[in-house]
């Protein structure tokens, strides 16, 4: 009947706290400041962060990046839209832009060596979703992000995008091959 | 003079138009999930890859309306009723200034409308998120503002009621610790549609034209302190609620009222944080600030949530022992009442909510493990544990509670009713275990096609993705048929159920007074304080609820686990710095 009753004792705040509720609260108090470590130390440890790397730009500033990227790398072109794919030297800054409904160019890396892969998006919000490794990123038009990728398996991998971008977002796709 | 009347089954004390604003605002609530819960049917069985119901248009107008329809309109006028109970029926006080408690009702019912037109004329299949510069149409957000101003002035509603009641002295000592709890969800909310008016204004004239630009990072980061301390309103009332249920059907005493209160404390210092669990991944973010944001602080607010997970079970247990259920751990739960929805219901939203949406919400919210599991469909696996199996289901055990309290009726099919926590939360738990597992196969949430037709390129999910979706649907629609016998009771109970007060009509039902007869403008006797303990239980070395510990021990070793786990799977995706 006190739940929703008022307290029984009047100075309810100086009744001492029962044995079992304090063990627990130690406990779980311990439990969260491990969680709580575990974020500092996997970023000084773990070899799995995203940067805090990001510039602010504009569609048409990005866009011309990519282009420039695209006529020093360009190998070959996919599909029937002539799709550029790109062979950037391992160490160098690939740009790589989603549009409505597009990731565009095409990326071909090598296996075990690092890269500076930027990402901008050129209308809205789009969810870089890089599949079957599952890495998921948010990516914010007017924002230029930059993670430092070291893909470690080879294959062919599909960025799907996972933020709902419009009425065609389900068919939007891109490649990355890892040679 | 204010009238009041007693319930002779309760005796709780209504004050008569509190009554009928809490009449009012639980059958909006109801007629929400009823849209929403039918949207959700459509969504599921679109989702469900062997069906694939809706076409893509139609799936994303569908979604949004969802989103918006079960997660803001059902939870929150349900709130509002919930804040009028807490605040004018347990502190046995007038409800302060009731009309203008029902002009925020009618703000939120023209918000809901309005909001509801803008998605169905197509042009507003935005998510309820509404990331910009994805636009939608004026009246879109138009709606979410005067909803959430209604919201606001309910909440200024239950302070004056609460300034009311201390003036008038109508209780004893302090208040119950599930005003309290009403209370720490109120001061959240208010901080919260303070967020949502800053970004959803702009947004609004952004809309019309009388600005030009929106930042996009900004939008997101302010739109998630609205986003994400809404959902710490609903913690904080359903844990209320909880300890409201435990109250009445065992007489359970919170062990500590300083212990419970302390963690109420906590939501609220901390609400304000985390919202950064939904920016983990976002571009121009500082990690010490998502760290630092992500984690409440330091999981201070995950801290209060595991002492309410101690405390609400611990209590109804020493309440059980006390009644003699001491064999073993766990007869007390054993000889619960298992075959009441008003029990089974609590309990299984206290489980849910702790093993399957607590769990998976800090993991998932942990910086760098973030990077697996955004906006895949891991994200609605873990919130339909939270707000479905916990909030929803929640409110579903109260409202058996209060059909013949409030509302003066018999509950209509008893039978079903008692199945009726089962079904939903268990078919709502499928849903959620699915989810999260065919997401950390990647699959995306907010998405019509997952075989990508159309697409030259082609991809496919594994197999057991597809699978994992399937099993899902099957439990969604287990869920809708939960959901639809709760509409079934509630509503043929209103209509059609015995009546336990002559004057208990059709119109009663949906907010019009009882006959006069029934109210009297004495003033209810001052509300006295909880008896005393007849044995000092608190303080000395035993443990008074030996079971819910082992509970609370499984529910830590499970956590350990799967949050190892987790980094495990990420130490195994390419590194990235
Ligand atoms: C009645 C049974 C329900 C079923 C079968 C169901 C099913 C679903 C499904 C399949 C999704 C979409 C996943 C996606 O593609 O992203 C979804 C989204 C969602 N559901 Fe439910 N749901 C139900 C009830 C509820 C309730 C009661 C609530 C809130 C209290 C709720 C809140 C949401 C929200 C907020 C979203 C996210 C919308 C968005 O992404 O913008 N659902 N639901
Ligand atoms: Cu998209
Ligand atoms: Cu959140």
Redesign the interface.
Same mark, same amino acid.
């Given at each position: 009947?006190?739940?929703?009753?008022?307290?029984?004792?009047?100075i309810?705040?100086k009744?001492?706290?029962?044995?079992?509720?304090i063990?627990?609260?130690l406990?779980?108090?311990v439990?969260?400041?491990i969680?709580?470590f575990?974020?500092?130390y996997?970023?000084v440890y773990?070899?799995?962060?995203?940067?805090?790397e990001?510039y602010?730009t504009t569609p048409a500033k990005y866009q011309a990046k990519v282009q420039a990227m695209i006529d020093k790398y360009k190998v070959r072109e996919?599909?029937?839209?002539k799709i550029p794919v790109v062979a950037p030297p391992a160490g160098s800054d690939v740009y790589l832009l989603a549009r409505l409904w597009q990731w565009y160019p095409m990326l071909e890396l090598e296996k075990d060596k690092s890269y500076r892969l930027h990402i901008s998006s050129m209308?809205?919000?789009h969810?870089f979703?890089?599949?079957?490794?599952?890495?998921?990123?948010?990516?914010?038009?007017?924002?230029?992000?930059v993670?430092?990728?070291?893909?470690?398996?080879s294959g062919e991998y599909?960025i799907?995008?996972?933020?709902?971008?419009?009425?065609?977002?389900?068919?939007?796709?891109?490649?990355i091959w890892v040679k | 003079m204010s009238q009041f009347r007693q319930c002779p089954d309760t005796g709780l004390f209504f004050h008569k138009p509190a009554e009928s604003l809490m009449k009012a605002n639980a059958v909006a609530g109801a007629v929400c999930l009823l849209i929403g819960g039918i949207l959700g049917l459509l969504v599921i069985l679109t989702r469900w890859p062997a069906v694939h119901l809706l076409p893509?248009?139609a799936f994303?107008m569908v979604l949004t309306a969802h989103g918006i329809t079960c997660l803001i309109f059902w939870i929150i006028f349900f709130e509002m009723a919930i804040l009028y109970f807490a605040g004018s029926t347990?502190l046995r006080s007038r409800l302060a200034t009731p009309r203008w408690a029902w002009a925020g009702f009618v703000l939120m019912i023209v918000g809901v409308i309005s909001t509801l037109t803008a998605i169905f004329q197509g042009g507003s299949?935005v998510?309820m998120t509404s990331?910009v510069?994805?636009p939608a149409a004026p009246h879109f957000y138009l709606g979410l503002i005067l909803f959430a101003v209604g919201a606001l002035i309910g909440c200024f509603v239950f302070l004056g009621t609460l300034v009311v009641a201390k003036n008038e002295k109508t209780?004893?000592?302090?208040?119950?610790?599930?005003?309290f709890g009403a209370l720490t969800a109120c001061i959240i909310a208010i901080f919260t549609i303070a967020s949502g008016a800053e970004i959803l204004i702009p947004t609004f004239l952004w809309s019309v034209g009388y600005i030009s630009h929106i930042?996009?990072?900004m939008y997101?980061v302010i739109w998630w302190a609205l986003g994400h301390s809404s959902q710490q309103i609903n913690v904080s009332a359903h844990v209320a609620v909880w300890?409201?249920i435990?109250?009445?059907l065992f007489?359970?005493?919170?062990?500590?009222?300083?212990?419970s209160?302390a963690a109420y404390l906590l939501y609220i210092l901390f609400l304000q944080l985390a919202s950064a669990h939904h920016?983990?991944?976002?571009?121009?973010i500082?990690?010490d600030w998502k760290?630092f944001n992500?984690?409440y602080a330091?999981?201070?607010a995950?801290?209060a949530s595991?002492?309410h997970g101690? !405390?609400v079970p611990? @209590?109804i247990e020493v309440a059980q022992r006390n009644k003699g259920l001491t064999n073993g751990m766990f007869e007390w739960l054993r000889k619960a009442p298992w075959g009441n929805p008003v029990f089974s219901g609590m309990f299984i939203s206290l489980i849910g909510f702790g093993f399957l949406g607590g769990i998976s919400g800090?993991v998932m919210g942990?910086?760098?493990i973030?990077?697996?599991?955004?906006?895949?469909i891991y994200v609605p696996g873990h919130f339909h544990a939270t707000v479905v199996v916990g909030t929803t289901l929640a409110w579903m055990a109260l409202t058996y509670l209060l059909i013949p309290v409030l509302f003066r009726r018999k509950m209509i099919l008893p039978g079903l009713a008692k199945w009726q926590p089962y079904l939903f939360g268990g078919g709502m738990s499928i849903v959620a275990i699915f989810h999260m597992a065919a997401g !950390?196969?990647?699959v @995306?949430?907010?998405?019509?096609?997952?075989g990508?037709?159309?697409?030259?390129?082609g991809?496919e999910?594994?197999g057991t993705a597809y699978l994992l979706m399937g099993i899902a649907g099957v439990g969604g629609v287990i869920a809708v048929i939960g959901g639809a016998a709760y509409l079934l009771i509630t509503v043929g109970s209103l209509l059609f159920g015995e009546k336990l007060d002559a004057s208990a009509g059709i119109l009663q039902s949906f907010g019009v007074p009882l006959a006069d007869s029934v109210y009297s403008t004495e003033k209810p006797e001052r509300?006295?304080?909880?008896?005393?303990?007849a044995v000092e239980?608190?303080?000395?070395?035993?443990?008074?609820?030996?079971g819910t510990?082992v509970l609370?021990m499984v529910l830590?070793v499970s956590?350990?686990v799967y949050?190892f786990i987790n980094?495990k799977y990420?130490?195994e995706?390419?590194?990235?710095?």
């Open positions: 009947m006190t739940s929703f009753m008022p307290p029984a004792q009047r309810w705040w009744v001492p706290v029962g044995r079992q509720e063990v627990w609260i406990i779980a108090l439990w969260c400041l969680m709580f575990m974020m500092p996997w970023h773990g070899k799995q962060n995203i940067s805090n990001a602010q996919e599909t029937a839209q209308d809205w919000n969810g979703s890089l599949q079957p490794v599952n890495i998921n990123m948010q990516i914010v038009p007017g924002y230029e992000m993670v430092t990728v070291t893909p470690d398996k599909t799907v995008c996972n933020e709902y971008c419009g009425i065609m977002h389900h068919t939007m796709l891109g490649k | 893509a248009d994303y347990l299949s998510m990331y510069p994805m209780y004893e000592g302090s208040i119950p610790l599930v005003t930042d996009a990072a997101r300890y409201l435990a109250g009445v007489g359970a005493r919170p062990m500590s009222e300083k212990v209160r920016l983990l991944t976002d571009p121009g500082s990690s760290i992500t984690s330091m999981y201070l995950v801290l595991m002492i101690l !405390t611990g @209590a800090v942990t910086e760098q973030s990077i697996i599991i955004h906006n895949t !950390t196969l990647g @995306a949430r907010r998405h019509w096609d997952m990508f037709a159309g697409n030259p390129l991809f999910y594994p509300l006295p304080m909880a008896p005393a303990e239980g608190h303080g000395d070395s035993g443990f008074e609820a030996p510990f609370a830590l956590f350990v949050y980094w990420l130490s995706v390419w590194p990235l710095s």
